[in-house]
């Protein structure tokens, strides 16, 4: 609803920019439509003459075609429409569109109608409903039962009506009130509409009418010069509600551009947090009083009995005091293995290598998910391509800076990984009977991929150093003249995997089966690499010696199991003895619901195998954080660290534990009293949005729409799964 209220505003902003712009028809079903959206784009401050050139010349320009479209000159095709007025005012009708000559006369379509007086009922006020036949359609009018037919004009409010089949739109407008937007169903061969409904402020109710009497087919034309029963009436008192609204301007812009957005980014302050109980996840484990000083983004102290003057000397900032006695105090939750926060597709499944593609080049930053990670004291995560594939694609690794752009978001340091799979998905397991053409169809066609992957990397390296081996000694005159060895061909898969190869690029593996694990520390052993990560490594119990001598840790899940052939030897244990062998160990989602309480399925490895509490903690803080090489600014609260830090209401291990605040780079992102205050801010901005929408010109001619966002998971194949 932000955008149908912002988009209109858009046009006039990028003229004002003096950006080259053209409008286009993409995603507008009808002409007409689209004309009328161009019309209110001008009405809002885009000039008519920037607005033809956007649909003509510039276009034309676009494509390299000015010499044949975009203008009317001699020699250019005829191509041109023909209207009764300026073509961008609202009253100007277009009657002729001329193809390359050829003449098409535009004809309006007929419009559905329903004519009749019924009894009402709404929210127990018994009320007379009468709708009639217009030249644009059904109109009509109410008025409260038992009123004396002289008096029905003077106390009748507006309606506006809309049938689409059966299914009827009804908007009654009370002027104390507001407007009632009811849909319902008219049963075929029956009197009776009945359907839901929403009051003016957003609470759903359910509505009846009985018809009474018949009207007269066309009744009430002879009326159509005014009155608020009239076609013409009602269109031009929608346009005068319209152009109220209009002249008010839009909300607010926020930042994200969604819901829990905010006028502007939350200030790095300077905090004080006394009195908690201090999980550091550092050498100096758990402070009981203890606190935590911040400033500029970053932890500056941590202790008990702080005094500002010893941590800052002379420069001391002014710093916000938190009492959070009886609280406690962590550092942020960080995720290694999420698929939030990416646009449009998480698998590019077509070959058996993707190692090109990046999921950093599709970061989401208005993804509503990194808002309740944040409410789940989430702050960072290494959002990973699918496992379609024994070699995906790049991962982003990003802070969840709610508000910021995709870039922002991105942890710019950060090492530079890659998404391996192995078992079923990648060897197209449960894809359908049809998928049976793509390499690989088994294990050790997977295997076999590695090797033949690497060993074209390893070759292409070595063409490039023959190439700078040469050039090197070529004499400098002959390069200056263009002359000297020829580059190879550069490849970015390949590129990608040489990295892999020269320990620039680390590997996340999505892993189930003892086997296919030993294979691939096989095969990286051999290829003289280190696996940084096994990810789910849901039998890495079996295999933890092995996975400790090799140098790789272990992100797993705490307890799933059995919903697929592949996992059905997964134990709630594995974590504590993947722990116990000295793996370095993390508990990860892959799951936007679980991910909000990662604080919890920490838990469970002291529950499953009585791992030590902190120990337990550091599953989601500073063991994620050395698996994403992210140790030295996140994980733990240490100074010099990154200010990431969440407040709990309880122990953080407790299911009773409410994360309350969660601070990003020093930034309170996320505040329990906050969201409250947003959730009010947003049904009332919705209320808003909703009867500017209303009083909208055509707002009875829109269908009701509904866009799930995808929840993407590891074998998600479409962009879009729900």
């Given at each position: 609803?932000?955008?149908?209220?912002?988009?209109?505003?858009?046009?006039?902003?990028?003229?004002?920019?003096?950006?080259?712009?053209?409008?286009?028809?993409?995603?507008?079903?009808?002409?007409?439509?689209?004309?009328?959206?161009?019309?209110?784009?001008?009405?809002?401050?885009?000039?008519?003459?920037?607005?033809?050139?956007?649909?003509?010349?510039?276009?034309?320009?676009?494509?390299?075609?000015?010499?044949?479209?975009?203008?009317?000159?001699?020699?250019?095709?005829?191509?041109?429409?023909?209207?009764?007025?300026?073509?961008?005012?609202?009253?100007?009708?277009?009657?002729?569109?001329?193809?390359?000559?050829?003449?098409?006369?535009?004809?309006?379509?007929?419009?559905?109608?329903?004519?009749?007086?019924?009894?009402?009922?709404?929210?127990?006020?018994?009320l007379v409903l009468e709708i009639k036949d217009g030249k644009k359609g059904p109109l009509g009018r109410w008025w409260p039962a038992g009123t004396a037919e002289e008096e029905v004009d003077s106390l009748a409010g507006k309606a506006k009506v809309s049938l689409d089949g059966r299914d009827l739109v009804l908007r009654l407008m009370d002027e104390e009130a507001g407007t009632y937007r009811l849909v319902g169903n008219v049963y075929e061969g029956s009197r009776i509409i009945d359907g839901r409904g929403e009051r003016p402020d957003g609470v759903w109710l359910e509505w009846a009418a009985l018809r009474q009497e018949r009207g007269e087919k066309n009744a009430g034309k002879a009326d159509d010069g005014g009155g608020p029963d009239t076609a013409d009436g009602g269109e031009a008192a929608a346009e005068e509600g319209a152009e109220e609204n209009e002249a008010v301007g839009p909300g607010p812009m926020m930042y994200p551009f969604s819901a829990y957005g905010r006028t502007q980014l939350p200030e790095q302050g300077s905090w004080h947090f006394v009195g908690a109980t201090v999980w550091t996840c550092g050498p100096e484990g758990k402070i009981e009083n203890g606190e935590v000083m911040v400033h500029q983004g970053r932890i500056v102290a941590v202790g008990k009995g702080l005094d500002p003057a010893a941590v800052f000397g002379k420069s001391v900032p002014t710093l916000t005091r938190i009492d959070a006695s009886g609280k406690h105090l962590t550092p942020g939750i960080l995720d290694e293995h999420t698929h939030i926060a990416a646009s449009r597709g998480i698998n590019e499944g077509t070959q058996a290598s993707s190692a090109e593609v990046s999921i950093g080049t599709v970061v989401n930053s208005e993804d509503v998910n990194l808002y309740r990670h944040l409410a789940g004291g989430v702050t960072a995560g290494q959002i990973l391509h699918g496992s379609a594939n024994p070699i995906g694609g790049q991962s982003g690794i990003i802070k969840f800076r709610w508000g910021m752009a995709p870039e922002e978001m991105k942890i710019a340091d950060a090492d530079p990984f890659i998404k391996f799979a192995l078992g079923e998905n990648v060897k197209q397991s449960n894809w359908g009977d049809r998928q049976t053409v793509r390499f690989p169809q088994t294990r050790m066609g997977v295997e076999q991929v590695y090797y033949d992957h690497f060993h074209r990397a390893r070759e292409y390296g070595q063409e490039w150093d023959r190439y700078a081996?040469?050039?090197?000694?070529?004499?400098?005159?002959?390069?200056?003249?263009?002359?000297?060895?020829?580059?190879?061909?550069?490849?970015?898969?390949?590129?990608?995997?040489?990295?892999?190869?020269?320990?620039?690029?680390?590997?996340?593996?999505?892993?189930?089966?003892?086997?296919?694990i030993n294979m691939l520390m096989h095969v990286a052993d051999s290829m003289g690499f280190t696996l940084n990560t096994f990810t789910h490594i849901l039998e890495g119990y079996k295999v933890a010696d092995k996975?400790?001598?090799?140098?790789?840790?272990?992100?797993?899940?705490?307890?799933?199991?059995?919903?697929?052939?592949?996992?059905?030897?997964?134990?709630?244990?594995?974590?504590?003895?993947?722990?116990?062998?000295?793996?370095?160990?993390?508990?990860?989602?892959?799951?936007?619901?679980?991910?909000?309480?990662?604080?919890?399925?920490?838990?469970?490895?002291?529950?499953?195998?009585?791992?030590?509490?902190?120990?337990?903690?550091?599953?989601?803080?500073?063991?994620?954080?050395?698996?994403?090489?992210?140790?030295?600014?996140?994980?733990?609260?240490?100074?010099?660290?990154?200010?990431?830090?969440?407040?709990?209401?309880?122990?953080?291990?407790?299911?009773?534990?409410?994360?309350?605040?969660?601070?990003?780079?020093?930034?309170?992102?996320?505040?329990?009293?906050?969201?409250?205050?947003?959730?009010?801010?947003?049904?009332?901005?919705?209320?808003?949005?909703?009867?500017?929408?209303?009083?909208?010109?055509?707002?009875?001619?829109?269908?009701?729409?509904?866009?799930?966002?995808?929840?993407?998971?590891?074998?998600?194949?479409?962009?879009?799964?729900?």
């Open positions: 609803m932000k955008h149908w209220e912002w988009a209109p505003e858009n046009p006039a902003r990028v003229a004002e920019a003096g950006i080259p712009m053209a409008l286009t028809m993409n995603g507008v079903d009808k002409g007409g439509a689209f004309l009328s959206n161009v019309r209110k784009a001008v009405a809002l401050g885009l000039d008519a003459g920037q607005a033809l050139d956007a649909l003509t010349r510039i276009p034309a320009e676009m494509i390299g075609a000015s010499d044949r479209v975009g203008r009317l000159a001699a020699g250019l095709e005829a191509n041109f429409l023909v209207c009764d007025g300026p073509i961008f005012d609202e009253g100007s009708t277009l009657h002729w569109n001329v193809v390359q000559g050829q003449h098409h006369e535009l004809e309006p379509l007929d419009k559905v109608a329903i004519a009749g007086r019924y009894s009402l009922n709404l929210e127990g006020r018994d081996a040469e050039r090197k000694a070529t004499p400098r005159r002959t390069l200056r003249k263009g002359g000297g060895p020829k580059a190879p061909r550069r490849d970015l898969e390949l590129e990608t995997l040489l990295q892999i190869l020269n320990s620039e690029r680390f590997v996340t593996c999505h892993s189930y089966r003892q086997d296919e996975m400790a001598e090799h140098g790789a840790g272990g992100s797993s899940f705490s307890d799933w199991w059995a919903y697929k052939f592949e996992v059905k030897d997964a134990i709630p244990y594995n974590g504590a003895l993947l722990w116990e062998q000295g793996v370095v160990t993390a508990f990860n989602s892959d799951d936007r619901e679980m991910a909000r309480r990662l604080n919890q399925e920490a838990a469970k490895a002291v529950k499953y195998g009585g791992v030590p509490e902190e120990e337990a903690l550091k599953f989601v803080t500073l063991n994620p954080a050395k698996l994403l090489h992210l140790d030295h600014r996140m994980g733990s609260l240490e100074a010099g660290k990154d200010a990431d830090l969440v407040v709990w209401s309880d122990h953080p291990l407790s299911v009773y534990a409410q994360c309350e605040q969660t601070f990003v780079d020093g930034r309170r992102l996320f505040d329990l009293g906050e969201d409250q205050a947003m959730r009010d801010a947003i049904r009332t901005e919705r209320a808003r949005l909703i009867q500017k929408m209303l009083d909208a010109p055509g707002a009875d001619k829109r269908k009701p729409m509904e866009r799930i966002p995808a929840h993407y998971h590891c074998d998600t194949m479409t962009e879009e799964n729900q």
